[in-house]
């Protein structure tokens, strides 16, 4: 089973309209690590955020915002006034570090394809 | 500037050839870790290493081998026991102390084909 689910495949959107990007995930842990990456067509994943599971407050970070709820095991992750440059694969995924695990060994979702046009 | 070279960027395979990707980093992370990605699959991960002269599998280790004889450098082979090696590489390193605030530094990936 996924540990990670990101239902939305492909997501095409206008630029300056906000999009949001949905984030499931399943763990028997109480203590793991969720993050977001950024794959622009370079490759090279980019580090968007990480958040422990203790907390639980919102962040905001220039137009990007995320939205975690444990009640419902959802990471989503906001751009406001989206850019033609916010065109990449984002990733969410799930560390479950409580295990011993090194905190690399990530559960990672098959990402949102966002495409901003012009 | 600190970070993670992989190489080449892309690398063709004869069936039957063993091929070895490069990743090294200069970050001074003990960590250090191989995915693999394939369309629509995102990526999963194939062998990691918390310290040098100790590697871990991952969940699809087979016909993959690796090696840490030095911190800095983590090579992934993909042997010829690998039927489907087509895909894009991406090695990654940490710093090994979960409580620290730390992420995954990602190189730029190696694409893998099959001649």
């Known amino acids: 089973a996924q540990k990670v689910t990101q239902a939305q495949t492909e997501i095409s959107v206008v630029e300056k309209e906000d999009v949001t990007l949905d984030c499931v995930y399943e763990?028997?842990?109480?203590?793991?690590?969720l993050f977001w990456y950024k794959q622009p067509p370079s490759g090279e994943l980019v580090f968007l955020i990480r958040?422990?599971?203790?907390?639980?407050q919102n962040e905001i970070s220039g137009r990007y915002s995320w939205n975690f709820q444990k009640s419902t095991s959802s990471f989503n992750f906001t751009i406001t006034a989206s850019q033609v440059v916010d065109s990449a694969v984002y990733f969410c995924?799930?560390?479950?570090?409580?295990?011993?695990?090194?905190?690399?060994?990530?559960?990672f979702g098959r990402g949102t394809q966002l495409t901003v046009w012009p | 500037d600190g970070g993670i070279t992989q190489s080449p960027k892309y690398l063709f395979r004869k069936e039957g050839q063993n091929v070895t990707l490069s990743c090294e980093q200069n970050?001074?992370?003990?960590?250090m870790y191989w995915y693999r990605q394939d369309p629509g699959q995102g990526l999963r991960l194939i062998y990691y290493?918390?310290?040098?002269?100790?590697?871990q599998k991952g969940d699809i280790a087979e016909g993959y081998s690796v090696s840490r004889e030095k911190k800095e450098s983590f090579p992934l082979t993909v042997t010829s026991a690998q039927k489907n090696p087509t895909a894009f590489y991406l090695c990654?390193?940490?710093?090994?102390?979960?409580?620290?605030?730390?992420?995954?530094?990602f190189g730029s990936g190696t694409q893998l084909s099959v001649l």
């Open positions: 958040r422990n599971s203790f907390d639980e």
């Open positions: 763990t028997r842990d109480t203590t793991y690590y």
């Open positions: 970050l001074n992370h003990d960590a």
């Open positions: 995924a799930l560390s479950e570090a409580q295990r011993g695990s090194t905190l690399g060994r990530l559960y």
């Open positions: 290493s918390q310290i040098v002269n100790d590697f």
């Open positions: 990654a390193s940490s710093n090994s102390d979960i409580q620290a605030n730390e992420k995954l530094f």
